[in-house]
């Protein structure tokens, strides 16, 4: 059902709620319950735990909507609240978690490793849909912060600046973090091959 | 902008990779696959992959991994999600000005409440209970007077100080005046001006600019 409120802009739609108009809110969640529920699902790997994350976001993005600034895009602000929650969750089931902006330990995963070799290809007669199935069950062997970027990236398909935005990085520790991840991730199915 | 100058930087390296100095690292390839290398560095890429099948490889398994990636099945939210959280918002308790209300006359019923029982674990009568309450009320409230009085008369000394302070600095301005011309006034001015603005803004937000 489309109103006039889906030509609202996000700015707008937080006005509007915190005009006390509920439905302006309701035109918020529909427009980013994807891509939140997307990012949270894959952190946490329980779809009915996501759900619930995804709500929480969504309910502390309304209590504190008046510290959003329009300066900034609404979704970063939104993912911004997510990343933290997903955070705490990591820290209370005593996940390793390392800020990304603390360099990393050097390791084969680095982007500036040679890449040539002599290895049979991991994706070699793979079907991208067979691929993506492989992918799936990688991505829970990828660390949590490299997890995080790499989702982000190819999953909602948020720019580098947007990363760091939502971050609080520069753009470059964000990019070299997100190559990190992709090398990773690349390791992880050789491995599983 | 920050794209193009390292681009410059990658075009050289890639350059040499093109004449067959060595392979590509991981990030070149990642950043050729997001567009990120300038033309000149971008044609050397391309010159090299044209050479060297192990580069070619390597460059086409990144390709397809983040294809892959990008085709995950999305997972689904329930049609009714957003009706849940509007729940979840409705449901959650507000305190309302009759809450408000409420909770100050609780508060101040159970310190009457504190201090009546105070008197009567004492056990002392009713008479005493009631001129006991009436003079800690009093005595508070002298104490109370006498904490302000106090502090008037700090804060009045405060201003005499600063009165005669103000007096001094305009009567030594006044000197001045009379003996330095006035362009040396309009200079030091302006100069105390440019001082005081840096200071309180920040040299550095002033001639390098806020970082984004």
């Known amino acids: 059902m489309s109103s006039m409120y889906d030509e609202f802009d996000d700015a707008k739609l937080v006005k509007k709620t915190l005009r006390g108009d509920k439905r302006a809110f309701d035109i918020i969640i529909q427009r980013h319950q994807h891509s939140l529920f997307n990012y949270i699902g894959r952190m946490i790997n329980d779809r009915e735990l996501a759900l619930d994350f995804t709500q929480d976001v969504f309910l502390k993005a309304y209590a504190s909507l008046k510290s959003y600034r329009p300066l900034f895009k609404f979704s970063t602000w939104l993912f911004r609240i997510a990343s933290n929650s997903v955070i705490d969750y990591w820290r209370k089931k005593k996940l390793p978690v390392v800020s990304i902006d603390q360099s990393l330990a050097p390791d084969e995963d680095g982007p500036g490793i040679q890449v040539a070799d002599d290895k049979p290809s991991v994706v070699k007669g793979l079907e991208v849909s067979e691929l993506g199935r492989r992918l799936e069950k990688a991505l829970d062997k990828l660390p949590t912060q490299l997890r995080e970027l ?15 935005e939502i971050k609080r990085m520069p753009v470059g520790t964000v990019k070299n973090r997100v190559f990190q991840a992709k090398e990773r991730m690349r390791r992880i199915l050789e491995e599983t091959a | 902008m920050n794209g193009k100058r390292s681009g410059s930087r990658d075009g050289s390296r890639s350059e040499s990779q093109a004449k067959g100095e060595g392979c590509f690292k991981a990030e070149d390839i990642y950043r050729y696959l997001d567009d990120d290398l300038d033309r000149g560095a971008r044609e050397g890429f391309e010159g090299h992959l044209g050479a060297c099948p ?42 309302s000005v009759f809450g408000w209300l409420a909770l100050g006359s609780t508060a101040f019923v159970s310190l009457v409440a504190v201090v009546v029982g105070v008197f009567v674990l004492s056990g002392k009568s009713l008479a005493q209970l009631v001129a006991g309450f009436e003079g800690l009320v009093v005595s508070t409230f002298k104490s109370g007077a006498l904490l302000f009085s106090k502090a008037a008369a700090v804060v009045g000394l405060v201003l005499n100080v600063f009165t005669h302070l103000l007096n001094a600095i305009w009567s030594g301005l006044s000197g001045l005046a009379a003996v ?14 440019i001082i005081i603005t840096t200071s309180i803004l920040g040299l550095r937000k002033i001639l390098v600019g806020v970082r984004s």
Do not use: K, Q
């Open chain 1, 150 to 164: 790499f989702v982000w990236r190819h999953v909602n398909g948020l720019s580098y600046e947007e990363m760091a």
């Open chain 2, 180 to 193: 330095v011309p006035w362009p040396v006034w309009v200079v030091s001015l302006t100069l105390l001006t």
């Open chain 2, 54 to 95: 192990a580069c070619r490889r390597a460059v086409e398994e990144r390709r397809l991994i983040a294809r892959a990636a990008a085709d995950l099945v999305p997972l689904e939210v329930p049609p009714d999600f957003s009706r849940r959280v509007l729940v979840r918002i409705e449901d959650r308790p507000r305190v």
